[in-house]
């Protein structure tokens, strides 16, 4: 094996290995004052515990070496440091998951910035709707600390098991973009991160003092196996956020997917506005629910909006529609999980849910389309009609259903439709319940006409 390594090959390969070492220097280094857990193997990432609500430095460093990046000298860099989920399932699910804390905890941040704290930061923003984000301008020429308080514990993302809960680990990431000829903070520069968990007020310290017992108590050999705790936490190089940079600029509920900012307003498209249980109600072209092998990358963007796969549309960021339908069952399972996997499978594969309840309307003779229908034999019209009917396919078994789908179905505004009656014997109109819908029979067919409320305001719908 020694005569192998003799080789003259593998002389120059390893001659060469620090030359590449030394062409690849951070810009940046980023230090966080809180000191690294004992118990963490040898080769694995560090691990840092934090204390809920506490602020803790982010030391901002310049590491440039004379020459590097000067179009940045005498300019302010901006930074955005997020607390992200270290976990990729949970990085999957990241909208729900933070959606749901906050249902939780209204009004609260899962990160802050310690403003009177903090050194030489400038332009300092929060978006209610990045609750786990802040952005800054800072100089890297100069002292720059930013001081950070993350509220948000990592058992509060852990299903309760027995015998206790164990806490998810978290990410805290440092994004740095210089400013472009347009003036915007959209150029990357740098990104670094580590992993933390968060714990209860004190209980970081507890967590620290007993890895620190558990440590001493192992033997000389066995602690050679593990990394020894450092006073600070340097921040290691990864890759950049999948976001846009400007993020705070866009109001959307969501992470923005890297497509055209026009694409955005595509957030506030409902899809649950349509009569049919394909979703075909609306006429808009991604209202078939089919995703086609030739649809580009942003109309599967739109697509997965339109379908309430928002959280998802940075994942698949750079799929066409054809990429997207390769993929299998069991692909997209382990990707998005069971719930939303097996939702995104049948909605590939325009598998709709079959409604609880079908009933055909049709609007009377005086407003409904009639098709004349011609005599084959002797080409006269027939004095007869073709009356159109709708199909209204009820979801729920609600009145409030049944007015909705009907205002969708006839173009009708849906906030001047005062009541909805069912004529009865003797022509007396009945209000159509909750109840009275339970008890339609499937199929059944309806004419109905309007009439005007007696206030003047809206109309009335008379189902006969």
């Known amino acids: 094996f020694s005569d192998v390594l003799a080789l003259p090959i593998f002389k120059q390969e390893d001659s060469s290995l620090p030359q590449e070492n030394e062409t690849k220097h951070p810009p940046f280094q980023y230090v966080m004052c809180a000191a690294t857990s004992p118990a963490v193997k040898l080769y694995d990432e560090t691990l840092t515990y934090l204390n809920q609500g506490q602020s803790y430095e982010i030391r901002m460093l310049d590491n440039r070496k004379a020459g590097d990046i000067p179009e940045i000298n005498g300019k302010l860099v901006k930074s955005i440091i997020r607390v992200v989920f270290h976990d990729r399932r949970l990085q999957y699910t990241e909208h729900q998951q933070l959606e749901g804390w906050k249902w939780n905890r209204p009004g609260d941040r899962l990160l802050d910035l310690d403003i009177p704290m903090s050194v030489g930061v400038i332009d300092i923003k929060t978006n209610p709707s990045q609750l786990n ?3 800054f301008l800072w100089d890297p020429t100069k002292c720059t600390s930013a001081f950070i308080q993350v509220h948000c514990i990592s058992t509060e993302f852990t299903p309760r098991k027995h015998g206790g809960e164990k806490g998810v680990p978290f990410r805290i990431q440092v994004d740095t973009f210089k400013q472009t000829e347009n003036g915007e903070y959209t150029d990357h520069l740098h990104s670094a991160s580590c992993q933390i968990k968060v714990f209860k007020p004190k209980g970081a310290d507890r967590k620290q003092k007993t890895d620190r017992e558990k440590m001493e108590k192992r033997t000389a050999h066995e602690k050679e196996k593990y990394q020894p ?9 990864c890759s950049p956020w999948p976001d846009t940079p400007t993020t705070f600029v866009n109001n959307s509920p969501t992470p923005a997917p890297t497509f055209t900012s026009a694409q ?22 991604q209202g078939s629910g089919d995703l086609h092998p030739s649809a580009t990358i942003q109309e599967t963007q739109q697509w997965l909006l339109k379908h309430r796969f928002s959280t998802y549309t940075r994942l698949f960021s750079n799929f066409s529609g054809a990429d997207l339908l390769k993929l299998t069952r069991e692909d997209l399972v382990q990707i998005c999980g069971p719930a939303d996997g097996i939702r995104l499978y049948n909605a590939l594969k325009s598998r709709s849910v079959r409604p609880r309840l079908t009933i055909y309307v049709c ?3 005086l407003r409904s389309i009639q098709l004349e229908r011609q005599d084959a034999g002797n080409g006269d019209s027939s004095n007869g009609a073709i009356y159109v009917y709708h199909a209204i396919y009820l979801e729920e078994m609600a009145a409030s259903e049944v007015t909705r789908k009907l205002a969708l179905a006839f173009n009708i505004p849906l906030h001047q439709i005062n009541q909805v009656y069912r004529q009865g014997p003797t022509g007396i109109h009945i209000l159509v319940s909750d109840q009275m819908v339970q008890n339609f029979q499937d199929e059944s067919c309806f004419l109905f006409t309007t009439i005007k409320a007696e206030n003047g305001e809206g109309f009335h719908i008379i189902l006969k």
């Not at 705790?229 to 190089?237: K, N, P």
């Not at 649950?272 to 609306?282: A, E, I, L, Y």
């Open 363 to 365: 609007q009377e003779p």
């Open 133 to 135: 984000a802040v952005e």
């Open 229 to 237: 705790s450092y006073d600070t936490t340097v921040l290691t190089e």
């Open 264 to 285: 955005h307003n595509t957030y506030s498209v409902p899809d649950s506005n349509s009569s049919s249980p394909n979703h075909q109600g609306d006429g808009t072209s």
